[in-house]
C-alpha cells in the first residue's frame, strides 16, 4: 500500500505571483496543481505497518511546534519518469525541520516500509508530462517571474493513503 506525508502550504491559486506564472506559460502544456499545496515529506511506497507509522507520527508531530520557511524562488526539475515540475523553492531549509524530517524519514525505514526517494523540498505548483516540452524555455520564461519571496507559517500535517482516507492528521501549535 502507498501512502504519504505531508506539511500543507498556504497559498492560493490566485496570488498575482501565481496568475503571472501561468500568464507566461500559457502556451506551454501545464497541468497546474489547483489546491492543496503540501511539501510531501515521505511518499512510501510499500507500507508494511500503517500502525506503526501512526504512532512514529503521533511521537514527532503531536507536541511539534508550527514551521516558518521563507519560499525564494519559483524553478522547474525533471523527476525520473521526464515529468518536469515546475515549483516554489527555498534557498534555505531551516536546520530544525530538515532534522525532523530525516528523524522521521529514518524512523519509518525502520518499519521496512520503503520510502520512494530522497526528500526535496519544493511545493509543485504544476506538471509538464509532454517530453516536447523544452525544460530550458520554461526555466527562462519562469525566470522573468517578478517573485518576492514570501514567509509562511507551516502547521498542518496529514499522514493519508494514496487517493485515500487520511490516517493521521494534526495541527502544530
Not at 511546534?65 to 519560499?71: D, E, K, L, R
Not at 509532454?130 to 519571496?149: C, R, S, Y
Not at 494514496?162 to 495541527?171: D, E, L, N, Q
Request: net charge negative; glycine share 6%; with cysteine.
Amino acid at each position: 500500500m502507498k501512502s504519504y506525508l505531508e506539511i500543507k502550504v498556504p497559498i492560493s491559486y490566485n496570488v498575482p505571483w501565481f496568475s503571472e506564472l501561468r500568464k507566461a506559460l500559457k502556451d506551454m502544456p501545464v497541468s497546474w496543481q489547483k489546491g492543496y499545496y503540501h511539501i510531501t515529506l515521505a511518499f512510501i511506497d510499500d507500507t508494511q505497518h500503517l500502525a506503526d507509522i501512526e504512532g512514529i507520527m503521533h511521537k514527532f508531530w503531536d507536541d511539534a511546534q508550527p514551521v516558518n520557511i521563507t519560499f525564494d524562488k519559483l524553478d522547474i526539475f525533471t523527476v525520473g519518469n521526464g515529468m518536469q515540475i515546475i515549483h516554489l523553492g527555498t534557498s534555505n531549509i531551516p536546520k530544525g525541520f530538515k532534522t525532523l524530517v530525516d528523524d522521521i524519514r529514518c524512523k519509518i525505514v525502520s518499519t521496512n516500509s520503503d520510502i520512494q526517494s530522497d526528500f526535496k523540498l519544493h511545493v509543485t505548483l504544476g506538471r509538464v508530462s509532454e517530453p516536447e516540452a523544452d525544460i530550458n524555455d520554461i526555466g527562462f520564461l519562469i525566470d522573468e517571474i517578478d517573485f518576492t519571496p514570501i514567509s509562511l507559517t507551516l502547521n498542518e500535517v496529514e499522514y493519508r493513503v494514496f487517493r485515500g482516507r487520511s490516517i493521521y492528521k494534526a495541527t502544530l501549535n
